[in-house]
């Protein structure tokens, strides 16, 4: 399978801070980029996703920065929160290919 | 919508036994996918179908595993004979295309083979 790195493994942030989290991808096939929000005991859960038209998406406190020619796409969450301890993982897929999924990264926001 | 329906929830079997877990895909869904979380691995792909169909089963690691998927509402996820190392959460997830978006994943099925 085509890999997607993802870093840091586990991240620690204070309330109010923001969490950075980082993917890198091989293949230039993939035109789509998602980050899945995991909470213990349940599925992963889309949160945000990118196409590579765009350097950018801004979703209320999640924002994706996408740069095609470094091959690499970040997640950042302004003003973290409690509730926003989780494990979160990047993804990346293209048509008629499955989504390949980084190996996720645990945040947890102390109050 | 009920989402994507997984069974079991949980499952313990003693090594050599053999092992089923089943998924209901979301009405309409045209994708299915089965996929295994454990924490040295993350979240990796074993097949998928497309219109009941497999289509890229590369993932799968071994014989012992096989999947099926009769209709467009029913998979099934097969370990024979099971052993310990197969022991981690399964995940299925259903999408109206295989490329892009609109994956929904199930609630998972922890499986322990001891």
């Known amino acids: 399978q085509q890999q997607v790195k993802q870093s840091p493994q586990s991240l620690i942030v204070q309330k109010g801070g923001i969490s950075i989290i980082n993917c890198a991808y091989e293949?230039?096939?993939?035109?789509?980029f998602p980050w899945y929000q995991q909470f213990p005991g349940k599925g992963p859960a889309l949160l945000i996703a990118?196409?590579?038209?765009?350097s950018e998406k801004k979703e209320g406190r999640f924002t994706i920065s996408f740069n095609k020619s470094a091959k690499q796409f970040s997640l950042h969450i302004m003003d973290s929160q409690p509730g926003d301890s989780a494990t979160y993982f990047c993804?990346?897929?293209?048509?008629?290919?499955?989504?390949?999924f980084g190996k996720g990264t645990t945040l947890s926001v102390s109050s | 919508d009920a989402g994507v329906i997984q069974s079991p929830r949980h499952e313990v079997t003693e090594m050599g036994q053999e092992v089923t877990l089943r998924c209901k895909p979301i009405?309409?869904?045209?994708?299915l996918f089965w996929y295994r979380q454990t924490m040295m691995r993350g979240l990796e792909l074993l097949i998928y179908?497309?219109?009941?169909?497999?289509?890229?089963d590369s993932g799968m690691p071994e014989d012992r595993f096989s999947a099926k998927m009769p209709n467009a509402s029913f998979s099934t996820l097969k370990i024979q004979p099971s052993e310990p190392r197969d022991s981690a959460v399964y995940f299925c997830?259903?999408?109206?295309?295989?490329?892009?978006?609109?994956?929904?994943f199930g609630s998972g099925t922890r499986l322990t083979v001891v």
């Open positions: 179908f497309n219109n009941n169909v497999p289509i890229d």
């Open positions: 990118i196409r590579p038209d765009v």
């Open positions: 009405s309409g869904h045209n994708s």
């Open positions: 293949n230039t096939a993939f035109d789509y």
């Open positions: 997830a259903s999408s109206p295309r295989t490329g892009g978006g609109g994956y929904t």
């Open positions: 993804a990346a897929g293209g048509a008629g290919t499955a989504l390949i």
